[in-house]
RNA sequence: CAAUGAGCCC
């Protein structure tokens, strides 16, 4: 089962769905019973290639045969529903977690919060951050990515800063991800020197910038007419 | 640690 579950795992990160199918069939021809990891990257592949159906389909069966969905399980679905931007029914599905005895994880709130974030909703994201905490649920640095993420997407620095510091009071590490966030808010508010700055202080700090913090940079650098910067 | 979550442009 293990096995064929990381094909299966394989197939989907490759986008071969069908491949992926096949292999779910032939365990259990063979007469192997998937488990919830096998249903759950089977499910998670449906739902990154945005079939929502296929995916819904698969949960049905995988309950109906006294499988148990886990927190994944529904983690991927959750995160499928927002993509499509049908983040209303995603809501809606906590409450099955909760029916079906599940905790909802850091993972579950990222998702929600990302997505908030994304539609610029930011007080909707910072409800579901409160609401977390008051759940137990610490948020991590993914969490505190998406939501720094959020508000430099409006322009909203000094809120952006004010989270960015509680990382490091809090004792996480801020990683590429985080400072590339930084970095697109400043070149976004026209900040572009102070973007440079962040940038310097993450690889002082041991962090590689890639192609998607040049990408947040350079984008910064060419609307502030500084192409030559740039270059 | 076999499965879920965060960053630019498009």
Do not use: W
Not at 144 to 150: C, N, R, V
Not at 207 to 214: I, R
């Amino acid at each position: 089962v293990y096995t064929y579950t990381t094909m299966i795992e394989a197939y989907c990160k490759i986008r071969k769905l069908r491949r992926a199918e096949m292999l779910f069939r032939r365990m259990q021809e063979q007469g192997l019973s998937p488990n919830a990891v096998t249903y759950t990257v089977l499910i998670g592949g449906h739902c990154k290639e945005g079939n929502l159906t296929q995916a819904f389909k698969l949960l049905d069966r995988m309950i109906g045969e006294g499988c148990r969905p886990s927190i994944c399980t529904y983690n991927a679905i959750i995160d499928g529903l927002c993509r499509k931007g049908r983040i209303h029914k995603a809501h809606g599905l906590l409450n099955e977690c909760i029916q079906h005895g599940l905790c909802l994880d850091k993972a579950t709130y990222t998702i929600l919060i990302s997505r908030h974030c994304k539609q610029g909703n930011i007080n909707q994201a910072l409800k579901l951050f409160d609401d977390m905490i008051d759940h137990g649920c610490e948020p991590d640095i993914y969490t505190y990515t998406a939501l720094i993420s959020g508000f430099c997407k409006v322009g909203n620095l000094e809120n952006a800063e004010k989270h960015f510091s509680e990382v490091l009071e809090k004792g996480m590490v801020p990683n590429k991800v985080t400072y590339t966030a930084m970095i697109y808010g400043h070149c976004k508010a026209n900040q572009a020197n102070m973007a440079i700055k962040i940038m310097d202080k993450m690889i002082e700090n041991g962090c590689t910038p890639d192609s998607v913090t040049y990408g947040a940079l350079i984008d910064g650098l060419c609307k502030e007419r500084k192409v030559e910067e740039a270059r």
